[in-house]
């Protein structure tokens, strides 16, 4: 007998799902589930992974100390700085030792710059013994003397009327060699001989930026031992030691609690002679010295600066040979940008001016 209603549906058909057949929405649930677990897992095998491959292959702690293989920027031809609008600087190549050959560029006073047009590398050497101040620019790890944040401070010293030479160590930038501590101090030993045999009485001071801070330290107290004080040396973005520069640096913060960190993380850079004792080295050092620090300094947190400063006043004992300036974090410099700070001119001017007393 024909229902009243027409064709009757069943329970299954209502509701739009076939009988025998299960719903999608439950299964694809389960395989995001699937996927979620096991990307979980993943993360976590990696992250304890990690520190065994540091203390397994110690080489590691090297490449992420130095990272001189991130050549950045790119597609930059460091053999042509006009191409960075840098139009009164040289590119050279210095042999510091056998086998190792350094990218160099020598940039000189600004007011110079028409003068400079189409001159050759011996007029360029020539130059350094005109008087004007001298500094010599050690980078930070990673990229090369290219970097944006490096082109900056050249230009800054440029336009104050100093010459700069800004080096890339060995295994940077397209300078030979595998880096090390002794053979970057080496590096920034040899350029510094290099231009007092050709500065006359100018004076010849240091800037290190960061690791480069390190490299000034170990450099100044080398030239110590040879019975020679750097005129002067600004460290900017300084570290106490890269021991404690590595605890304090924003990848350990992920592993600080991790059971046995410095076994793992710390113990590896000694054993790949990395120390860079910049609070040992001020001990010793005797040059006038300016410190440079942003209080919102994301990579080498500023207590690390006012230690150093704190060490350098007692050793010295003269608060006219050791100033420390810090930059307010609002500015928003953070590691790299202190070199947008408009009065920094006039703080390196002064201090400059001061070595002369």
């Not at 231009?195 to 490299?215: C, D, E, M, P, Y």
Request: net charge positive; proline share 5%; aromatic share 12%.
């Amino acid at each position: 007998m024909r229902n009243r209603t027409g064709v009757r549906h069943s329970k299954e058909q209502r509701f739009g799902v076939k009988a025998g057949v299960p719903s999608a929405q439950p299964k694809s649930s389960s395989c995001l589930m699937w996927w979620i677990k096991r990307g979980l897992l993943a993360v976590c095998l990696i992250y304890v992974s990690v520190p065994f491959m540091m203390r397994l292959f110690p080489g590691i702690i090297k490449h992420l100390v130095y990272s001189h293989r991130v050549r950045v920027p790119f597609f930059i031809e460091l053999c042509q700085p006009a191409k960075l609008y840098l139009n009164h600087t040289v590119n050279m190549y210095l042999t510091s030792e056998q086998g190792i050959s350094l990218g160099v560029w020598h940039t000189v006073p600004e007011s110079q710059w028409k003068e400079a047009q189409g001159k050759n590398l011996g007029w360029y050497q020539k130059s350094l013994g005109d008087g004007c101040p001298i500094v010599i620019y050690l980078h930070g790890n990673g990229g090369t003397r290219a970097a944006s944040n490096r082109v900056g401070v050249m230009n800054v010293l440029s336009a104050m009327g100093y010459h700069v030479l800004a080096l890339d160590y060995r295994g940077f930038g397209d300078s030979s060699g595998e880096p090390t501590e002794v053979g970057l101090t080496t590096d920034a030993l040899y350029l510094y001989h290099w231009v007092k045999a050709r500065s006359g009485n100018s004076q010849v001071i240091f800037w290190g930026h960061s690791l480069g801070t390190g490299v000034a330290t170990n450099t100044a107290v080398k030239l110590m031992e040879q019975g020679i004080v750097v005129d002067g040396v600004i460290i900017e973005g300084s570290f106490t030691n890269i021991r404690q520069e590595g605890a304090n640096h924003p990848f350990a913060w992920y592993y600080l609690n991790f059971p046995g960190f410095e076994y793992f993380f710390l113990d590896p850079m000694a054993e790949n002679d990395l120390f860079f004792p910049n609070d040992e080295n001020l001990k010793r050092m005797r040059s006038p010295l300016l410190i440079l620090h942003a209080e919102d300094d994301h990579i080498v947190p500023i207590h690390m600066a006012q230690q150093l400063y704190e060490i350098a006043l007692t050793a010295q004992k003269s608060e006219n040979r050791v100033k420390m300036i810090q930059f307010n974090g609002s500015l928003g410099y953070l590691h790299n940008g202190l070199y947008k700070d408009p009065h920094l001119p006039d703080i390196i001017r002064e201090f400059v001016h001061s070595l002369a007393r």
